[in-house]
């Protein structure tokens, strides 16, 4: 049995006097309830091996993509083998856990004021950064001001519109004060994003310190990253005495060296080589996760700054043979929404589905008969991108649409963000976040629709700030709902589905649990161990 996060209640919502503390060695107090923090009941375990866990060895992660632009920084992942990175070398206040619920991370507390614009954070006790230095509030306000300050990553680009730096400040040596310009009522969400980790006031990219399960050892970009069992970690320590990080950029090759023995993990496993793992005794991890691979239109670039272009792009595309063909039925209908798990998703508005004649109508109102356009796509997306890029150009033919798909390699380059029309990948989020990050501008932002310059953008903005200072979480989903329903009418994302997480793993690897969040249970390679 997958996990489905659908399924599973919504314990992070903010409510008038919600706590985040930590109680203790696995229980998380929300709102006066508890539950456990590590992974759902029914959370997959992998068990390659029979018999209990054995320390030392060595994991070789096989990660999906990467780059020569490959980044050690905690604050600016781009790829997956930055991703993974990220997970084993820091930690932020909160964390999601498996379920995609609010669990504690280096935070023994967060508690909002009554108006949620005063967050008071109480540091975990005991936590040491891998210089050996304790983890205080002074980390804790620098980090702050590294992520949402002058130069915002897209971790802190909603918050750095509503911090208030001078009003946030060191209580004691485990406290800090958070203090909001105006009301943000589920700040939880932005402190437990794995790109908002705690460093060191101190800090430096080039040799990252971290307070993570693994501490840096060397860095190659775009080849291999190596790091080391930190051995006063202040949770379980690692099993594995060392953790090696790999780029692949090609599935096929990945696979051979998992069947080789030369990697014991693979994120993202294209789905037409699940039956060639498992044939080889292979592990295969699932999840129904709320990842997805959008297509993207620049709504302020021609021809797609013509809503109806955009309204025809999206009626071409037949979801259900992107699911079917691409994803090998692995995945789940999309309607040009993100964010399928929060308790706010606008899954009342109708299911889009192909409609030629529809499209071709459009085009034509719109004098675009004939259509030609390029789509940039990349091998460091992954493996999903190429699939479905080849089923949209024979979908586009049926509509009299010319697509040329142009490959770029780094795809995450400099010209990142400048395609007009292009693929992309997202994992799970909630809905303020990931538009926060990804459908408005800012610095550190991912903008790559410039969903700004179209026509309703100024009252989607406003319902948004409305959104984020509402309270009462009834009303906040109804100003939710009103902002979706404009970037389903308007948007420049086609998004057809969203793909169940498969990973692959070794038959001698032990102790991963699946998550709805990120791969191979958020990269959680603390708790592997790789029998002989």
Same mark, same amino acid.
């Given at each position: ?11 992070? #919502? ?41 320390? #030392? ?16 920084? /905690? ?13 084993? &070398? ?7 856990? *498996? ?6 991370? &280096? ?7 009554? !108006? ?8 975990? $006790? ?5 210089? =050996? ?45 958070? $203090? ?10 932005? &402190?437990?994003?794995?790109? +908002?980790?705690?460093?060191? /006031? ?10 993570? /399960? ?9 080849? *291999? ?18 953790? %090696? ?33 498992? #044939?080889? @005794? ?12 959008? +297509? ?28 079917? *063909? ?28 192909? !409609? ?10 719109? =004098? ?9 796509? @990349? ?15 024979? $979908?586009?033919?049926?509509? =009299? ?21 292009? $693929?992309? +990948? ?33 009252? +989607?903005?406003? &319902?948004?700030?409305?959104? %984020? ?22 948007? =420049? ?38 029998? /002989?």
């Amino acid at each position: 049995m997958t996990n489905d996060a659908s399924a599973q209640p919504d314990d992070s #919502g903010f409510s008038r006097r919600t706590v985040f503390k930590f109680t203790g060695a696995t229980a998380l107090a929300v709102g006066g309830t508890e539950f456990l923090a590590a992974c759902g009941s029914d959370s997959k375990s992998t068990g390659g091996s029979s018999g209990p866990q054995k320390s #030392g060895g060595q994991i070789i992660h096989g990660a999906t993509g990467g780059s020569s632009k490959d980044t050690l920084d /905690a604050h600016r992942p781009v790829t997956n083998a930055d991703i993974a990175r990220c997970f084993n &070398l820091y930690e932020p206040l909160l964390i999601w856990d *498996n379920d995609y619920r609010i669990a504690p991370g &280096l935070a023994e507390s967060v508690e909002p004021s009554a !108006d949620a614009k005063t967050w008071t954070v109480k540091l975990r $006790q005991g936590v040491t950064f891998h210089n =050996g230095k304790d983890v205080t509030a002074e980390d804790v306000l620098f980090t702050l001001n590294r992520v949402a300050g002058k130069e915002p990553t897209s971790a802190g680009g909603a918050l750095s519109q509503i911090i208030d730096f001078d009003g946030t400040k060191k209580v004691d040596a485990s406290t800090v004060v958070i $203090q909001l310009k105006t009301p943000y009522a589920v700040l939880q969400y932005l &402190l437990a994003e794995y790109t +908002f980790g705690v460093v060191p /006031a101190d800090y430096d990219p080039a040799n990252p310190v971290g307070t993570g /399960a693994f501490k840096y050892k060397s860095f190659t970009p775009g080849k *291999n990253s190596v790091f080391t069992r930190y051995d006063d970690y202040w949770g379980d320590k690692a099993f594995a005495d060392e953790l %090696q990080i790999q780029d692949f950029s090609d599935p096929s090759a990945q696979v051979n060296a998992l069947q080789a023995g030369q990697i014991q993990t693979i994120d993202n496993l294209p789905y037409n080589l699940i039956k060639t793992v498992k #044939g080889q @005794g292979g592990q295969i991890l699932e999840s129904k996760s709320g990842a997805w691979v959008p +297509f993207t239109m620049r709504v302020d670039t021609k021809p797609f700054n013509d809503v109806r272009v955009r309204r025809a792009m999206r009626l071409i595309c037949d979801r259900q043979q992107m699911i079917d *063909n691409a994803l090998s039925g692995y995945g789940r209908l999309g309607n040009d929404l993100y964010a399928p798990f929060d308790v706010a998703y606008a899954k009342d508005l109708p299911q889009r589905e192909q !409609d030629i004649e529809q499209a071709k109508s459009l085009l034509k109102s719109a =004098g675009q008969e004939g259509l030609q356009v390029q789509l940039f796509t @990349g091998d460091d997306i992954g493996s999903v991108a190429p699939a479905t890029a080849a089923l949209f150009v024979q $979908q586009a033919k049926k509509a =009299g649409v010319d697509v040329k798909v142009v490959k770029k390699n780094p795809f995450y380059g400099d010209d990142y963000l400048s395609y007009p029309f292009a $693929q992309d +990948f997202w994992n799970t989020r909630n809905y303020l976040p990931q538009a926060a990050v990804g459908s408005m501008p800012g610095k550190g932002n991912y903008d790559e629709t410039h969903f700004e310059k179209s026509e309703n953008y100024a009252k +989607f903005a406003g &319902l948004i700030a409305s959104a %984020q200072k509402e309270i009462d979480e009834s009303k906040r989903n109804s100003l939710l709902q009103d902002a979706q329903k404009i970037e389903y009418d308007e948007g =420049g994302y086609i998004i057809w589905g969203f793909r169940n997480q498969i990973d692959a793993l070794s038959n001698k690897v032990q102790g991963l649990k699946s998550s709805v969040y990120q791969p191979l249970g958020s990269y959680n390679f603390k708790t592997v161990s790789v029998s /002989a």
